[in-house]
């Protein structure tokens, strides 16, 4: 093909003012000349588009670029209007665009002045679309995004399954397959999709040797930390993903209230603001996004210099994908990520309900995912290999496991059995099935194969069952085993692992990172320390029995142990940094008492040379909770509280829990008019008396003494009588 002849560094100065290509795209854009099906692994910032974009500028007829990002698709169709004599060079079709605005591009096409069209999926399946293609001359079909063809991508979109049958009703056209993360699964299911499996495979390496990647316990203080780590990168882009639009918003509230230069994204807000947000953030009015994965896919900003994930991603890709756009300039890139068993547990709980094929290959996901953030081996090695690279650097120096190492231990028996039970249950099995196995549990599914009878069923039972996911997932990394590619996950033992089991040697592996829950379910990470100053929580607990006799009143009724906990860890020295604290609102900052502590807390910072971070204070900010608001409004107008929940669309605990959270925060609700209708005056007065005279508000010790007569919602209820009359 003459194209092929072309001098391409000529025409890559000509049209993009670049003087050399980077890594395979000379390679690539030579494929795609040729008239080849081409396939391109490449990672985010690698310059995946000029793959297409060049090609389609050097050859005859139009190239249709699928994209599923209509961010992606303006943002690109700009810049190559930008670079080209002509307009019309490069147009979008997409449900954005009005008739005449469709009549135009259609001109342009036919014209043979644009030579790139960039098509969302939905578009290119529309009936008109496909006759109107049908008559003009296409170059080759490029894919954007590839991943979304595959059920095991982290952005399935069913419609990019069509796209192949579509190609084919249009007129056959090479194609480029183009993506930034994908496994061997992912890459086997793009290739058999789009019909293209002998396509000039190129991939790029993952390693992206600038960004730091650190995992963090996601405790109650994950607020803080991150308004910490935002402090001490003053004026520096980041952006913070979280799963959910609300948290998304509330989160932005509080960086703004910190003085944080912040805005919210995400798809439920209009196309005029999201538009809005993005420019803001490339002109830098502003520092921080703070979005759900909606955001980034078609920004090209190279200097964002942090990625932070509030939650813990649905899977490794995602994650993969949205720290890649840290650093893109090779500078600075710090990738941090809170990880809590709530959060995974969240996510498992929403795909409840989805059918069991999807649920199978969701929790395969999470699984990894959960693998990445407990793991102590080097974070750069274990998401390499995850994407089938192998990385043989002892210590990347570049991410918190490296930093700071922990020992190993010596696990050469653990992998031998390991391998054994893999070899004895003939490869069949999931990492989770042979851990069970190995410790001896008989879950339902070991029943059900009939495995508690085998002779090596809980073969490891005397070993910490703690050790084995390390010792399987540090085996993978080492080669001694992989997990099968068309049943993902189920262990298979490689030549390497055969070796082994024959002739075995040292294996020294280190153990994983532990998240013990305490009782909140909130994650402590092993090892961590509390800042918790004992000095000072022991003369606040004096000062509150000083107040609760003077007063006579519970010293839980003046300020709850939670609250003490933290005044002993923040250091608030004026009423307003006060109401900070948890469990303190604008009821309790109005007591008088309420000086006193803070008086306290001041003496003592004094006295003691303590150097409060006060930049690094965090304001809350007043909760836009609908729900609070309804709830005290409702009360006021004596509406029952049954009635209340029903209105609310919640349960009667819940909103016990609600009006709980209202009194223990300073705010005086009257519930007289619903206790009278519902409880005997005897038992409001027993339960009553009970509290006035208690050391605690727990509700454990108040059921084990009034349980025989009274209900736990009776005990609440009187409970938040007691608590909004004698503490508000």
């Avoid at 991508?153 to 084919?168: A, K, L, S, T, V």
């Avoid at 649920?359 to 390499?384: F, H, N, P, W």
Wanted: with cysteine; proline share 3%; net charge negative.
């Amino acid at each position: 093909m003459k194209e092929g002849k072309i001098n391409l560094s000529a025409a890559l100065k000509k049209f993009f003012g670049f003087d050399k290509f980077k890594g395979d795209q000379e390679a690539i854009i030579r494929s795609v000349l040729d008239g080849k099906d081409t396939f391109v692994l490449m990672p985010t910032g690698g310059g995946k588009s000029l793959c297409y974009q060049l090609p389609s500028l050097l050859m005859d007829g139009v190239a249709i670029v699928i994209s599923p990002l209509i961010a992606l698709m303006k943002n690109q169709v700009d810049v190559i209007t930008n670079l080209s004599e002509h307009e019309g060079t490069a147009h979008y079709l997409n449900s954005s665009l009005n008739k005449a605005a469709i009549d135009q591009v259609k001109n342009d096409v036919k014209a043979g002045i644009t030579k790139l069209l960039y098509v969302a999926p939905e578009s290119l399946t529309k009936e008109d679309n496909v006759e109107f293609l049908k008559s003009v001359k296409i170059s080759f079909y490029a894919i954007d995004e590839a991943h979304c063809i595959s059920e095991w991508g982290h952005d399935f979109r069913p419609e990019y399954r069509r796209i192949r049958p579509i190609i084919n009703e249009i007129g056959r056209a090479p194609v480029i397959a183009l993506t930034a993360t994908a496994t061997d699964k992912v890459r086997t299911d793009i290739k058999k999709n789009l019909g293209i499996s002998d396509a000039a495979e190129f991939k790029s390496s993952f390693n992206r040797p600038n960004l730091y990647y650190e995992v963090r316990p996601k405790t109650k203080e994950v607020d803080k930390d991150i308004i910490r780590f935002i402090k001490q990168h003053p004026s520096k882009s980041g952006i913070i993903y979280c799963l959910s639009r609300k948290k998304v918003e509330e989160l932005a509230e509080i960086l703004k209230a910190n003085e944080i230069k912040a805005a919210a994204y995400h798809a439920g807000l209009d196309s005029g603001t999201r538009s809005q947000t993005q420019d803001d953030f490339l002109m830098e009015k502003i520092d921080v996004i703070v979005a759900t994965i909606a955001f980034g896919m078609g920004i090209d900003k190279p200097d964002v210099r942090f990625v932070i994930h509030y939650d813990i991603p649905k899977s490794l890709e995602g994650y993969y994908q949205e720290t890649g756009r840290a650093g893109r300039d090779g500078g600075e890139g710090i990738c941090l990520a809170f990880y809590s068993y709530k959060d995974l547990q969240k996510l498992d709980k929403f795909m409840e309900g989805k059918p069991v094929a999807e649920q199978d290959i969701g929790r395969q996901l999470l699984q990894e995912t959960a693998a990445y953030a407990e793991t102590s081996v080097c974070r750069r090695k274990m998401l390499l290999h995850y994407f089938g690279e192998e990385y043989t650097v002892e210590n990347c120096r570049n991410c918190d496991n490296c930093l700071h190492p922990k020992t190993k231990i010596e696990a050469e028996k653990q992998l031998v059995l390991t391998l054994q039970v893999i070899q004895a249950l003939k490869e069949n099995f999931r990492s989770d099935y042979i851990i069970d196995f190995i410790i001896g549990k008989e879950t339902e599914e070991i029943i059900a194969h009939k495995h508690q009878d085998h002779e090596l069923f809980g073969a490891g039972e005397d070993d910490d069952d703690k050790l084995w996911n390390p010792v399987i997932r540090q085996a993978l990394i080492a080669g001694y085993l992989k997990k099968e590619v068309e049943n993902y996950g189920l262990l298979q033992i490689t030549s390497a692992g055969k070796k082994f089991m024959k002739h075995p040697t040292s294996f020294m592996i280190v153990k994983d990172n532990e998240f013990v829950a305490d009782e909140d379910g909130t994650p402590e990470h092993e090892g961590g320390t509390s800042a918790l100053d004992p000095v000072l929580s022991a003369m606040l607990r004096d000062l509150r029995k000083k107040v609760s006799k003077r007063m006579e009143r519970p010293p839980y009724v003046i300020f709850q142990d939670v609250s003490i906990e933290q005044m002993a860890t923040d250091y608030p020295v004026t009423l307003d940094e006060l109401k900070n604290i948890q469990g303190v609102g604008e009821g309790k900052v109005k007591q008088p008492y309420a000086k006193e502590f803070v008086d306290l807390i001041k003496r003592y910072c004094e006295e003691n040379d303590i150097v409060r971070q006060a930049d690094l204070r965090v304001r809350t900010v007043a909760k836009k909770s609908m729900l609070k608001v309804k709830i005290i409004q409702s009360i006021d107008r004596q509406v029952a509280l049954d009635d209340i929940a029903n209105a609310q669309g919640i349960d009667f605990d819940e909103l016990l829990d609600e009006v709980e959270a209202i009194v223990y925060s300073g705010t005086k609700l009257n519930i007289d008019y619903f206790l009278e209708e519902v409880m005997d005056e005897d038992h409001i007065d027993d339960i009553y008396d009970y509290f006035a005279d208690s050391d605690t508000d727990s509700l454990e010790e108040a059921l084990k003494e009034l349980g025989g007569e009274c209900s736990e919602d009776e005990i609440r209820l009187v409970r938040i009588k007691f608590l909004s009359e004698m503490a508000n």
